[in-house]
């Protein structure tokens, strides 16, 4: 993901900034914060200004939504006892939506080392409050000259496109039976249930998006734990839509397989699906759908080799194959950028 | 406790599966996972599936309650960074309770070792989400054979007759003297203890200050509570030492007695006592104490009367003596502070 | 507190922002966020400002630890959804301690109405990592002028001075007679009080089984922690019965108390008691009993000898045989159902 240039603002709420020291159940027992913590930290910041952004012409109560990340990549571990920094501004708002940038800075403050961890875009939609049905209208930020604009209503587009893909890809779910053999899909695959509790959901009766994001890291981190049995951390996560509100008292099932592994990465595909306990027997509904990269790491940090994903059915090598042009593709994108930067 | 076979069972919502990585703060400072943790998420389960069931057949929306467990062994230890499986499923039914069967496994997922850690039963009832006073009936499940309802009756009828013995015996247990003469010291003095978690010591092996007032505040807050019966809300806290660090793993007791009461104001000590179990006995020391201002709030969020604490003691005389001057000097400096301000 | 004036400082980190959404269990159920709530976000803002300060000067790692707060009052209530910021800044300097101030601003997102409702100021003393026991020098922070240091001193005097003062007070306070007699029931009786919170009652408004349990545990544990001095665990828990739904907004207290002891093993009898604190003046009612039994494990995980519980009352007599038949029976049932299985 590339930098996004700041827009022209001179007020104190177009910024902000959440801090807080790391604690131990943050981190794995390898003492790496989770990447599913500094997710939800992220999706914190991103929460306060976009729904603050959205009261700010005086009409209609609204409460912004998350309605997509993209593509986030982990680029340093933090530890137990650091202080992390995130911070989020508003970069582009068309007419329904609001992109916001969050940058995330770890500081060790007995070094006073700061590094930059997280870069992050998330997409909001604000709904009323008085009826979270209703999407509104999102006041118009003001940009520093027309090209920041324009770059922003592409970055607008492109992310369109990709949000009705998904749509349609996340509706083909088929949950295999388990299998012992090791390395195999089965071998390694994971799901938890979590029930929705009202501290998942402060500012309106939906879950947050980052709590459910943190669920998912947590679901990927067990899955890539199984398949090497060694000290793993979150190194990216693709683009994941939104693509339905999560009812407070709802049970959610996350679901973790792994679909592709390249000689220091693996891939796991991460679902959940949403039950509404309370009402109507209507089953399961997928809710939302991501792809986690994770690397194993040994006691110096240094990325160890996976062990290669066995394959065993039809459609376990499709998404293999469907892995390794993601993974391909990433590593095209990130070269091509090393060499526009020197 | 004999294991209960199966229900023929073919629908999803049948059993459950709830799985976590287990944190530092679910285990004490050997690493050993505390029992209370994994009581926690046998009920999360089967609280889960007894609600689900109790809402298949579409009438009356309504939630499950516990209301038994029968006697559980903890058959092995768990550690931080075990995943703890807990599958849930229904293995009886009578027409007003649900019970149900839950295995606990912990997966070490670095040796990929699984081993039995819990079995437990569980009793429901079913509460109208319209009247929580009304029992609703709970739908039949359906058996493999004659045999497995029989034995579940049987099941059902013994812990039918223990639930009637505990309730006697538990009417004829005598607790300490408590002064019940609303208004008085006695009759609001509170107490709590909490056991210092890793989350509490996030940068050094000692408790956060932060973490020591918000106990602080929940006891005064539970005493002020305990005395009004109303709304009420921190409206100053005096100068507060500390003079001792309270390491990780020591127990710390929190007490609060009301001392002093305004018209309008009450005022609360608060002790902090420290006992650190895993050393010698040197039994507790006093680590922090202060004085905490509440007031009533109706629900207009205006002041409201408070009732006049009633002295008994000659101690309590002279705390309320020293509590009135203390409010006399906070209003004068006050009244000096905004005639400068003028 | 009178405002202090900010110190002349252009590095960023002279000041540093911490701010969340405030979410249901930061409240109490009227929605006024708890005072402890604050505090807690306040020492959190301090403790990061003050260990970054005394960690400036690249000798010695240190990390702050609170030493004081001077008098808080809580201008504002602030309610779930609001955003809180909590600013802090270092505006003095001893040689043995920083002086940090503190100002709380809540922000209703959705009108965009700010307010300040806290200002608070902090004392940290810094410790040495290497060896806690001790002090380390701070390095000296710039002034704007003179007079902003002398205003400064004279702070850091008064403070001093009042330091002293309650240290010599909190020294005779006598604390309820507590039968330190090593072994006895009294030794190791212990309770809690637990103010009932949303999140303890995700589906519904009372409390979910699994969380009374929980306590029920963690109280029982310290129990057995006092009286052993060792690494407890959960053995086993009794059935246990739930005559009682409990209500949020509720007190529960938790008490335990040592019943019986064999060569490897203590049984703990558990109370919960439940105080509507908002209803009327009924008093507490119990609602929960049950047995816990705990082992005692060295450092290799086996079972070490349980020191014998010193009986003196007749009461405390007939409950250590009723211990003992309980042990009897399950240690008889454990043995029929071995040999049925062989």
């Not at 939506?97 to 080392?113: C, F, H, K, Y």
């Not at 999560?246 to 220091?264: A, D, E, H, L």
């Not at 940090?301 to 290669?308: E, F, V």
């Amino acid at each position: 993901m590339q930098a996004v240039e700041k827009l022209h603002c001179q007020s104190p709420g177009c910024s902000i900034q959440v801090s807080r020291i790391m604690r131990p159940d943050d981190a794995n027992i390898a003492g790496n914060v989770h990447g599913g913590t500094i997710l939800k930290m992220i999706e914190e910041a991103g929460i306060i200004i976009s729904t603050r952004h959205c009261n700010r012409q005086n009409k209609e109560r609204c409460v912004a939504v998350l309605a997509r990340v993209e593509r986030t990549d982990f680029l340093s571990p933090m530890s137990i006892g650091d202080v992390a920094h995130v911070s989020a501004e508003i970069t582009y708002t068309s007419k329904h939506s609001v992109e916001v940038q969050v940058n995330v800075m770890a500081e060790n403050i007995l070094t006073g080392a700061k590094r930059l961890t997280n870069r992050a875009t998330l997409w909001y939609v604000a709904l009323s409050l008085e009826n979270v049905d209703k999407v509104v209208e999102i006041p118009s930020v003001q940009y520093a000259n027309p090209e920041q604009q324009e770059e922003g209503r592409k970055r607008y587009e492109a992310q369109k496109l990709d949000r009705i893909e998904t749509k349609q890809r996340s509706e083909d779910i088929i949950f295999p039976a388990i299998n012992v053999e090791p390395y195999t899909v089965g071998y390694s695959q994971s799901s938890l249930i979590h029930l929705v509790g009202p501290s998942d959901c402060a500012l309106h009766k939906f879950v947050q998006g980052g709590v459910t994001m943190k669920l998912m890291d947590e679901v990927a981190g067990i899955v890539a734990a199984r398949h090497c049995k060694t000290n793993i951390v979150t190194a990216s996560v693709d683009a994941i839509n939104f693509h339905q509100k999560i009812q407070k008292g709802s049970v959610m099932t996350v679901s973790g397989r792994m679909t592709f592994t390249s000689n220091k990465s693996m891939e796991i595909e991460v679902f959940v699906d949403v039950d509404h306990v309370m009402e109507s027997p209507k089953g399961k509904a997928p809710a939302v759908t991501a792809f986690f990269t994770y690397v194993s790491l040994d006691k110096e940090g240094k990325a160890l080799p996976i062990p290669m994903l066995k394959i065993e059915t039809e459609d376990e090598k499709r998404r293999f194959e469907e892995g390794r042009n993601r993974y391909l593709l990433t590593k095209a994108k990130r070269m091509a950028q090393m060499q526009k930067s020197q």
